[in-house]
DNA sequence: TTGCCTATGGGTGAATATCC
DNA sequence: GGATATTCACCCATAGGCAA
């Protein structure tokens, strides 16, 4: 303890504001912060606080909950004239003015205290106002684009902000909602496409690129001021293969449509700001550092995290934490992983992630840890939920109900969740909330966790060492690192490694970032379909004209082609070279079918277009079969049932194991085929059709073509009005269609309709819904 | 979907290193 | 020098890729 003492006040004196110096002084300040017991000295108080007010760090301060006042006994002191006491109270004094001088220098025009390395980004954004921004997680990246909104709330009149995942765009509506009316602001906040907006009054537009493209196709010309985007390395898919677990194909891979979209968006709009963690700026590639020179663009990295971070090496047969130890008992990797965590339980260490390599693993793991845990006090919320999940996803099979077998539900009883890509987003998003909030101490998860989604851990397990097949990248290990300890809720986060090949990869820093579309290297076909000629190098520029060539050669209107940016435009000519030679016969029947969905259905007119795809070569047979099977069955209202019965009948036993990959592979289904792909195809057809029949030789009426509202309903899985709209908010699918048949009254009101005369139709509903299921409801009621 | 094949990673015991 | 810890090499189970 003195020891402590003697050196933070070392520490302090060395303080230089270099990043070795900060965090030198950042870990004593965190290890004497996290010992609660320490922080009843008067004296260890004041020394904190100097400590961080010396840093400019101020969050420190905030979650010990020190401020000036803690001086004041000296000051309130009656001082006798003696000559030290002058001196000491005149000490005080100067201390109080440089605290003064301090906060009102670091509190920013929209009154919130800032950190150095913040004030200074917004600084550094005044003086150029396009940056890009490397800085850990929970550094507060957003915190400083609500200041860099603020202060240039005068020209920043349309602005969009990129973040990768829907939960995201979620979780910051709410955010802006309420930084829009704390501070008066005029934006209307819009985060679907459907939402219609006023292009010459304020638009705040935070979506995932995706709807970007689909904002920027139907307003070409709309001008942007200001953009955000949020985990820029996403770009680039060598640096990061997070998505390339999910059993997409290549061609499917995320990484175009974030670099489409900003390359579209720097071209458009003069100001910006790009973020992500972890990225090596001084190691940048080729295509990046030209886009860094072309745009002008300021670059600033932050390399030291707020909170201290401890690496406990976990692969030999001990592993120290702080002052304590433990001696593993077994040498196997499983028996380890259960000692550390009944440690964490015993010791109360807080809330821990463990990492898992895939789904499959998350499920395996989570059997065999539940074993060893102790079953956890009755939560209301957590048995609704699980009432819930019953409810709706558990269904009996040879006289045995399912979900006695499910995996999920038994480790939520006893306090741990699992979270992976292939849940349903309600279901993800209350697992974290029941995480984050709730009595859920363990999460089990795959690189999913990663995706920018904000957690309470204080510790990791890194149990996994590999990302689905691939190696992980010391990108991936320091971004899934980043998860143990929050600024402001933690001083400390612990990292456990059973594996010492983790551990060494993460001090190596070799990932190197390119933005490939200005690289020499070869960017895939609708990299070169979406950008100017000029701006491409290498071989790319004689590709690129080799294909407009093509493209000029096949007479289809560039327009149209535009309007799908992720389709190759060469298969789209060939598409609308197969649909221009069909029989005009066989045109009009589609046209027909796609003019309801109920002739949609009716005729299987899925199977039909799906097949043109399969001509050009963009789908197999089998894809064919299998997504047609897959969307007719489940547009049906009891679709769940349908795709886990389909499951089922092939299955020889029923244990754990068989029934979480079932739920697992039909929920990747719904959301991989049902929501993305085929609407996906549909969209591209849609658009193909109608540009084939208006074409003078076939000249086919297209006014009744309803295919936008087919896509929907494949896309969201609903019919209604009041569907769509719940289900956009996170409501659950399966209860909205279960809604849609059983109270077709009930789904008629338009959702202001429902929320204004709540009251009133109360009852109807929770006659139809699960307690889990009105608590959703009136939450959504509530939050308008 | 199914089944085969390959790569991978975990477990095991022997060999080597390290510590007292 | 002995005991313990760590590393290494090998084997096997398994998961995931791939093709029909």
């Known amino acids: 303890m003195k020891n402590m003492i003697s050196d933070l006040v070392k520490s302090i004196n060395h303080f230089n504001g270099s990043d070795n110096s900060f965090e030198i002084?950042?870990?004593?300040?965190?290890?004497?912060?996290?010992?609660?017991?320490?922080?009843?000295?008067?004296?260890?108080?004041?020394?904190?606080?100097?400590?961080?007010?010396?840093?400019?760090?101020?969050g420190y301060n905030t979650m010990n909950h020190l401020d000036i006042s803690i001086f004041q006994n000296v000051l309130q002191d009656n001082y006798s004239e003696s000559t030290d006491e002058e001196i000491e109270r005149h000490h005080n004094l100067s201390l109080i003015l440089q605290n003064e001088a301090i906060n009102s220098l670091y509190t920013s025009s929209s009154g919130n205290l800032l950190d150095k390395d913040q004030k200074n980004i917004i600084e550094v954004f005044n003086e150029r106002p396009r940056l890009l921004v490397s800085a850990p997680t929970s550094f507060g990246k957003t915190y400083i684009l609500r200041e860099i909104i603020y202060q240039n709330y005068e020209h920043f009149r349309n602005i969009i902000l990129i973040f990768p995942t829907v939960s995201l765009l979620n979780e910051n509506v709410h955010e802006f909602k309420k930084f829009n009316r704390d501070l008066g602001l005029e934006y209307s906040i819009i985060n679907t496409t459907q939402k219609k907006f006023d292009p010459d009054s304020r638009n705040l537009f935070i979506f995932t690129p995706e709807r970007v493209l689909q904002l920027l196709n139907e307003n070409p010309n709309f001008k942007i001021d200001f953009f955000f985007m949020d985990e820029v390395y996403k770009i680039d898919n060598f640096f990061d293969s997070t998505d390339s677990s999910e059993g997409s194909s290549k061609e499917e891979e995320r990484d175009k449509v974030f670099?489409?979209?900003l390359y579209i968006l720097s071209k458009k709009a003069t100001q910006f700001y790009l973020a992500g963690p972890y990225i090596n700026t001084t190691k940048l590639g080729e295509g990046f550092q030209r886009f860094i020179k072309l745009f002008d663009i300021r670059i600033i990295e932050i390399g030291v995290e707020r909170v201290k971070k401890d690496h406990i090496h976990s692969w030999g047969t001990r592993a120290t934490i702080g002052r304590k130890q433990i001696i593993f008992k077994d040498n196997k990797k499983i028996s380890k992983l259960n000692e550390i965590i009944s440690f964490l339980?015993?010791?109360?260490?807080?809330?821990?992630?463990?990492?898992?390599?895939?789904?499959?693993?998350?499920?395996?793991?989570?059997?065999?840890?539940v074993s060893v845990t102790n079953t956890i006090e009755p939560h209301y919320k957590l048995n609704m939920f699980i009432e819930h999940l019953i409810k709706r996803y558990s269904y009996t099979h040879r006289n045995q109900q399912i979900h006695k077998s499910w995996t999920l539900i038994e480790?939520?009883?006893?306090?741990?969740?699992?979270?992976?890509?292939?849940?349903?987003?309600?279901?993800?998003?209350?697992?974290?909330?029941?995480?984050?909030?709730?009595?859920?101490?363990?999460?089990?998860?795959?690189?999913?966790?990663?995706?920018?989604?904000?957690?309470?851990?204080?510790?990791?397990?890194?149990?996994?060492?590999?990302?689905?097949?691939?190696?992980?990248?010391?990108?991936?290990?320091?971004?899934?690192?980043?998860?143990?300890?929050?600024?402001?809720?933690?001083?400390?986060?612990?990292?456990?490694y059973l594996d010492k090949?983790?551990?060494?990869?993460?001090?190596?820093?070799?990932?190197?970032?390119?933005?490939?579309?200005?690289?020499?290297?070869?960017?895939?076909?609708?990299?070169?379909?979406?950008?100017?000629?000029?701006?491409?190098?290498?071989?790319n520029k004689a590709r690129k004209a080799d294909r407009e060539l093509v493209i000029l050669e096949s007479g289809v209107d560039n327009n149209v082609l535009n309007k799908n940016k992720l389709i190759d435009k060469l298969k789209q000519i060939e598409l609308v070279n197969l649909l221009k030679n069909k029989n005009i016969l066989e045109l009009k029947s589609i046209v027909t079918q796609c003019s309801s969905l109920k002739n949609f259905l009716e005729n299987k007119t899925i199977y039909k277009i799906l097949g043109y795809f399969e001509e050009v070569g963009l789908l197999t047979e089998f894809d064919v079969k299998k997504f047609g099977i897959i969307t007719s069955n489940y547009s049906n209202s009891d679709g769940m049932y349908r795709l886990i019965k389909y499951h089922l009948d092939s299955l020889d036993e029923i244990n754990a194991k068989s029934i979480d990959s079932i739920y697992t592979t039909v929920f990747s289904d719904i959301r991989n085929i049902v929501e993305y792909k085929v609407p996906k195809y549909l969209t591209i057809f849609g658009t193909l059709l109608e540009y084939v029949c208006s074409l003078p030789e076939i000249n086919i009426g297209t006014e009744k073509i309803a295919i936008d509202f087919i896509i929907r309903f494949f896309e969201i899985g609903v019919q209604t009005e009041l569907g769509t709209e719940l289900a956009e908010i996170g409501f659950p699918i399966t209860t909205i269609k279960m809604l849609e048949k059983e109270e077709r009254d009930l789904m008629k009101y338009s959702f202001d309709a429902v929320k204004s005369n709540y009251h009133l139709l109360k009852h109807q509903f929770q006659q139809s819904l699960d307690s889990y299921e009105v608590y959703l409801l009136e939450n959504i009621i509530a939050e308008g």
């Open 25 to 58: 002084l950042r870990n004593i300040i965190c290890d004497i912060s996290d010992n609660k017991s320490l922080l009843n000295e008067p004296l260890v108080k004041e020394l904190l606080y100097l400590a961080a007010q010396k840093m400019r760090t101020f």
């Open 259 to 261: 670099r489409i979209v």
């Open 345 to 369: 339980e015993k010791s109360d260490e807080g809330k821990s992630i463990i990492y898992a390599e895939s789904k499959k693993k998350v499920s395996t793991l989570a059997r065999e840890i």
């Open 411 to 496: 480790t939520l009883n006893k306090g741990i969740g699992l979270h992976h890509g292939a849940f349903p987003k309600y279901i993800q998003s209350e697992i974290l909330s029941l995480f984050n909030n709730g009595p859920l101490n363990i999460l089990i998860c795959t690189t999913s966790i990663t995706e920018g989604v904000n957690t309470k851990a204080k510790n990791v397990v890194f149990y996994g060492s590999s990302k689905g097949g691939k190696e992980l990248k010391c990108f991936d290990i320091k971004n899934i690192n980043g998860r143990a300890g929050r600024y402001y809720h933690h001083f400390i986060g612990r990292i456990f």
């Open 501 to 539: 090949k983790i551990h060494e990869k993460v001090q190596q820093n070799d990932d190197t970032l390119d933005f490939i579309t200005f690289s020499n290297r070869e960017v895939t076909d609708i990299d070169l379909d979406n950008v100017a000629i000029n701006d491409l190098w290498g071989d």
